[in-house]
């Protein structure tokens, strides 16, 4: 049986991510996703219970800024900035050097979740978009 060649990524065919995902709309586009990111590294700064994700970090966040917002707008269903820039996005390889347990998960999550009950006013893209980004949060851990 004659196998027929896999086709290189580069000409796979895919839709673009505001097709299949409204998020970057509803949530008030470009402005509101920088907004967003914002206030996440605030709180991470700010809360307790996130010192061990923010000591993760360097000490300028800027550049952390900047990749979550060009992913988010991706991710979000709006312009695939990260995509374009750096290539695919390969989180999980990505936050690999990092350990990442279920505290540091959760600890993630509350500065996440604080974030959007303070920039997202719909309750329901609030629920949805919590719900994926834990999704996401749960697929990076890599320790028990």
Request: proline fraction near 10%.
């Amino acid at each position: 049986m004659k196998q027929s060649p896999a086709l290189p990524l580069a000409t796979a065919v895919t839709l673009p991510a505001s097709v299949d995902n409204p998020h970057y709309r509803q949530i008030g586009g470009e402005q509101a996703v920088r907004r967003l990111v914002e206030r996440f590294y605030q709180l991470m700064d700010e809360l307790p219970e996130a010192r061990a994700i923010r000591a993760m970090h360097p000490p300028d966040l800027a550049p952390a800024k900047e990749k979550l917002f060009l992913f988010l707008s991706g991710w979000l269903g709006g312009p695939p900035l990260y995509a374009e820039r750096h290539g695919p996005p390969r989180l999980r390889q990505k936050h690999l050097p990092f350990p990442i347990d279920t505290a540091a998960r959760d600890a993630w999550m509350a500065c996440m979740n604080r974030a959007l009950e303070e920039q997202v006013s719909d309750a329901d893209l609030r629920a949805q978009l919590a719900a994926s980004f834990f999704k996401t949060a749960d697929f990076l851990r890599n320790q028990p």
